[in-house]
Structure formats: structure tokens, C-alpha cells
């Protein structure tokens, strides 16, 4: 048997350690944002000491580059995924949107959405965190995008459907039931949003009745 190396132990630790610490700085982040953050405050949320959390980042702009591969790779895991085990097509368009609303409705995060959080934040501040969240944006897109030319190619959307505009809407009406959440009745804003989607892609299908009729 092959004894590992000390060094793996402590690399095991040491992921542990920054995942921990990313996970509250994208929780807290999804409340008041990654700019209002302090060092302080990640070291005092996450249980760590200062010194502990700058042997990690050389300093907050590194803490916050990374927090956002953190969020991109939760939002892949716990959106995305789920989502992809549902057949090509409408359907698997619409498992993407409810398996969105199950993320926002179950509070993975206590701000609902750390993204949504941290665009307004930034989209208007030039630099290496508004570039990666710019990327992530058109990442997003692109997939979402990439989901309705399938559901193109196989037949099962009309074909004077634009993808760019149904990805918009898509995505709006995903962004819409956050914030309304937040500042209006939350169960209405999720009804609303689950019930504009689905009307949307009935209208666009082919066949509606792959689709829940409501």
C-alpha cells in the first residue's frame, strides 16, 4: 500500500477551508453585495482569522474573483444539472426555469440570488470583477440560447422563433421573481413567474401538450 503524501492531507484541508469561506462570502454577498464586504467581516462569518483568510487571497478583489467561480459553480450544480435530466427540447427549457425558482424559492441563499446581487452592483464599475461577471452573463446566455436551438433543430419550437429573444425573456422573467420576491408578495412573484414562462413557451411549442397546462 502507497502511503500518500502529508502534503494531500493538508491540500484536502486547505480546499475545505477556502470552500467553507467562499460559501459565506457568497451567501453574505447575496444580501449586501461583494463591495460592502469587509475582510473583516468574511474572516468573522466564515470563523477564520484575518491573517488565515489573506493566505488564501492576497486581498479582497482576489476574495471577490473567486467568490464568483464559487456562485458560477453552486448555480451549475444546483440549476443547471438538475435541469439537464430533462429531454432536450421545451422541456427541458421549462426544468431550467422551475429548477431556477426551486433555488430562489428554498433560500439557498438568504438574499435569493447572489448574481442578481452583484450585476447591479457592479454593472456600471469597470475592472476584473464586472469583466467576469460580463462573462459569466454571456455564459449564461449562450447556454440558455444553445437549449432553444435544440428545442429549434428538433421541431419542437415554431420556427419563426428568434432564440435571442426567447432566451431573453427567459432570463428576465427568472431575474423579475427575485426581486419581486423580495419587495412584493414572495408567493406571487414565484406563481407569476412560473406561470408567465409556461406561457411563453406554450405559445412558441409546437406541441403545448408536451408542457404542463399550467
Known amino acids: 500500500m502507497t502511503n500518500r503524501p502529508p502534503a494531500d492531507g493538508r491540500r ?21 453585495g461583494l463591495g460592502a464586504l469587509s475582510m473583516g467581516q468574511v474572516a468573522a462569518e466564515a470563523g477564520v482569522s484575518k491573517s488565515g483568510l489573506f493566505s488564501l487571497w492576497r486581498d479582497k478583489q482576489e476574495l471577490q474573483l473567486a467568490a464568483i467561480e464559487r456562485a458560477g459553480a453552486q448555480w451549475a450544480e ?27 424559492q428554498q433560500l439557498v441563499l438568504p438574499g435569493g440570488c447572489f448574481f442578481v446581487a452583484v450585476q447591479h452592483e457592479f454593472d456600471d464599475q469597470p475592472g476584473p470583477v464586472r ?27 415554431r420556427p419563426d422563433t428568434d432564440p435571442g429573444v426567447l432566451a431573453f425573456e427567459l432570463d428576465a422573467l427568472g431575474y ?9 408578495d414572495r408567493d ?22 408536451v408542457l404542463p397546462e399550467s
Open 131 to 157: 469583466d467576469r461577471l460580463v462573462a459569466f452573463a454571456r455564459e449564461w446566455d449562450a447556454f440558455v440560447r444553445s437549449l432553444v436551438h435544440t428545442a429549434l433543430d428538433t421541431g419542437q419550437l
Open 12 to 32: 484536502a484541508r486547505g480546499d475545505r477551508s477556502r470552500t467553507a469561506v467562499l460559501d459565506a462570502v457568497v451567501s453574505m454577498a447575496s444580501i449586501a
Open 188 to 209: 406571487a412573484a414565484f406563481a407569476h413567474a412560473r406561470a408567465a414562462v409556461l406561457g411563453r413557451l406554450r405559445a412558441y411549442c409546437t406541441d403545448p401538450s
Open 78 to 104: 444546483l440549476v443547471v444539472a438538475p435541469a439537464l435530466e430533462a429531454p432536450p427540447g421545451v422541456r427541458r427549457l421549462w426544468a431550467l426555469h422551475e429548477s431556477r425558482l426551486a433555488f430562489y
Open 176 to 184: 423579475a421573481a427575485v426581486t419581486r420576491a423580495r419587495l412584493l
